[in-house]
């Protein structure tokens, strides 16, 4: 049974950082794409960054230059690192994994197959 479980959210002032982790099990594919996406209150849920095994990675406009997501293929770990936040950042973080191969890095999550139950990012003064 694949299981994803993030981790390291919580409640930052604007321009703060946060670095959320994801950690992958039952997952048995040699090759995967990994990725986190978001939903804000009242909005729907849009594709933040994804990345294949190789390391190619893709980033949603808004996140692009303070965002950085990064895998460990061998921990079977994803990370987010999160950098110059604004309260627009604010929301449900999701990991996600799917066999899709490069699908994913167009950020539709119908590419993505198993996905975690979220960790909250809050942002405020």
């Known amino acids: 049974q694949v299981s994803l479980v993030e981790s390291g959210g919580g409640s930052v002032q604007p321009g703060g950082s946060l670095s959320l982790s994801c950690v992958i099990s039952?997952?048995?594919?040699?090759?995967?794409?990994m990725g986190w996406f978001r939903q804000a209150p009242g909005k729907e849920r849009e594709g933040v960054a994804t990345?294949?095994?190789?390391?190619?990675?893709t980033y949603a406009e808004s996140v692009k230059g303070r965002f950085t997501i990064s895998r460990d293929n061998v921990k079977n770990t994803l990370s987010l690192q999160m950098n110059g936040l604004n309260v627009e950042d604010t929301a449900m973080y999701y990991c996600a994994a799917g066999y899709s191969g490069s699908w994913c890095l167009t950020l539709d999550d119908d590419a993505m197959d198993h996905w975690g139950k979220g960790t909250l990012v809050t942002i405020s003064s």
């Open positions: 990345i294949l095994s190789d390391g190619i990675t």
């Open positions: 039952g997952f048995n594919e040699a090759n995967y794409c």
